[in-house]
């Protein structure tokens, strides 16, 4: 980064800073109750539950993975974002709207709650607890790493500490996020939230712009692409440089995956009134459409650039947003790019490990018939061992941060994805179904990408290259749901009136 650009990006993120400082703050005054950390009282309103959960969709995802995986990929990483269009409907008007029925009935705080309420089953929650305690940790290693690569090139700590940039940079990300989700919970969360959604959608636009402007418009764009050996005109075929089966794959994952995403359907749980799930597609939709736009505009313009000799090849993929921004647009506009970033990063953590902390201090001790004293006390302490473990993870993983995030989206996807898009609409689903789909699909994922690690399962060579393995264990976990719902006869024979309403909806 330049150092006439360095001034204006660490204004930008020191008030970032400032407002979260503020926001904590603000936020652990109302933090009274566990209803208070979990559910943020249960009192967001339409626009702020939209931007939040868009914001909690995307996050490092959108501002580092996204243009670092199409680096790698080509336009077929665009399969993970093309399900937009009707994701947002999906989930508002089918899992979304009954989960929240289903909060009128009953305390309901976290997905496993709801597991529970729906299925009459402790084991359905404990196995929701268990595959929400492992995606958690892998998202929040996600968010850490994707705030480490971003902090590298804001405070020049790579040439700084050298070696050691990142663990160090990575460390004190998650110490911030700590504080301040220990300190307010979902409510602080949420309104973080809304801030980062608000610097996305300025930060999307104005980066498109600058991508236009450096590679001199679209048709130089795809044309400085097409014509350089080192990408080619199958960079910007439909899958790119991945196979077949990976673009599929991705939009399976990506779009049916999506109804079993917790810290997405958590935030319907906060609504204050769920008539407004009838208007939330349109403003959840429409801001999503138009943050991808950032990860198509990055995605595509480095390339495009480096074909044009205007930037040196990029070493490590998950530089590319970074690498662009700090050369390619104005300084007010990059303060505004990485303090969003930051702000989509440590947002969705907060949000992510108040959801795993509830899987810890209330869903697996009452899935045991206990209940832990004091949730909230508890819930804040629960908070440290999840970053500790995620800030492990992400230290260790050494690959991209997309790559990370796509197995944590994969084990949401397929361990509750079935259970809830098929069980909150369809009475014959019991809790051996429910129970047995959630734990084959957290345990074939977990196995598949175990194998793909080691080279012998997706990867070059192996017997079915290309192959996402979220994408078949989804499938998996829906044909055990399926089967099973066929055979047990307990499925809707001991169904009280409450529930058979909100089936009924």
């Not at 400032?18 to 005054?29: D, F, P, S």
């Not at 093309?82 to 009935?105: D, H, K, M, N, Y």
């Not at 090849?313 to 700090?326: G, I, K, Q, S």
């Not at 697996?364 to 993870?393: F, H, I, K, Q």
Request: aromatic share 8%; proline share 6%.
């Amino acid at each position: 980064m330049s150092p006439a650009l360095r001034p204006f990006v660490l204004a930008a993120c020191a008030a970032y800073f400032v407002a979260i400082v503020i926001v904590a703050a603000w936020a652990g005054r109302r933090t009274r109750s566990a209803g208070d950390f979990f559910v943020a009282g249960r009192r967001i309103g339409l626009v702020v539950a939209a931007l939040a959960t868009m914001s909690a969709a995307f996050s490092g995802f959108l501002f580092i993975g996204g243009p670092g995986l199409t680096w790698r990929l080509g336009a077929g990483s665009l399969f993970i974002v093309l399900p937009v269009g009707f994701t947002s409907g999906l989930l508002c008007w089918s899992v979304a709207r009954r989960l929240r029925l289903l909060a009128e009935i009953d305390e309901i705080y976290t997905i496993p709650d709801a597991i529970r309420r729906r299925f009459g089953s402790p084991a359905a929650q404990a196995a929701a607890a268990v595959a929400i305690l492992a995606g958690t940790v892998g998202y929040l290693a996600a968010q850490i790493l994707a705030l480490g690569v971003i902090s590298e090139t804001v405070f020049s700590t790579r040439d700084a500490l050298g070696t050691w940039s990142l663990p160090v940079v990575t460390v004190a990300g998650m110490l911030v996020v700590l504080a301040y989700s220990t300190a307010g919970g979902m409510l602080a969360g949420v309104y973080t939230d809304v801030v980062q959604g608000g610097l996305m959608l300025v930060a999307a636009g104005g980066v498109l712009w600058c991508a236009l402007s450096a590679t001199g418009g679209p048709s130089r764009l795809v044309g400085s692409i097409a014509a350089d050996p080192r990408f080619g005109p199958a960079f910007l075929e439909p899958f790119g440089r991945a196979p077949a089966a990976t673009g599929l794959g991705l939009f399976f994952v990506f779009s049916i995956g999506t109804l079993g995403q917790p810290h997405l359907l958590h935030k319907f749980l906060m609504l204050r009134d769920p008539r407004d799930l009838r208007a939330m597609p349109a403003v959840l939709g429409t801001s999503q459409s138009l943050c991808i736009v950032l990860w198509l505009a990055v995605g595509l313009a480095v390339p495009a650039l480096v074909a044009q000799g205007a930037m040196a090849p990029l070493t490590a993929p998950d530089d590319a947003t970074p690498a662009f921004v700090a050369r390619f647009t104005p300084p007010l506009l990059a303060g505004i790019v990485f303090a969003g970033a930051i702000a989509a990063i440590m947002s969705t953590a907060d949000s992510l490990v108040n959801i795993g902390a509830a899987a810890l201090v209330r869903d697996l001790p009452r899935a045991a018939g206990r209940r832990v004293p004091d949730e909230l006390r508890s819930g804040r302490l629960a908070t440290a061992g999840l970053m500790l473990a995620a800030t492990v993870l992400a230290l260790a993983w050494g690959d991209l941060v997309a790559l990370l995030g796509t197995l944590a989206f994969g084990i949401f996807a397929a361990a509750l994805a079935p259970a809830l898009a098929v069980g909150l609409h369809w009475e014959r689903v019991g809790p051996r179904a429910a129970t047995a789909s959630i734990v084959c699909g957290l345990a074939v994922h977990l196995a598949l990408e175990s194998l793909a690690r080691l080279g012998t399962f997706s990867g070059t060579g192996a017997a079915l290259p290309g192959v996402v393995p979220g994408a078949l264990a989804l499938a998996v976990s829906f044909l055990v749901l399926l089967g099973v719902a066929m055979i047990e006869r307990d499925g809707a024979a001991d169904r009280d009136e409450p529930l058979r309403t909100v089936l009924d909806a």
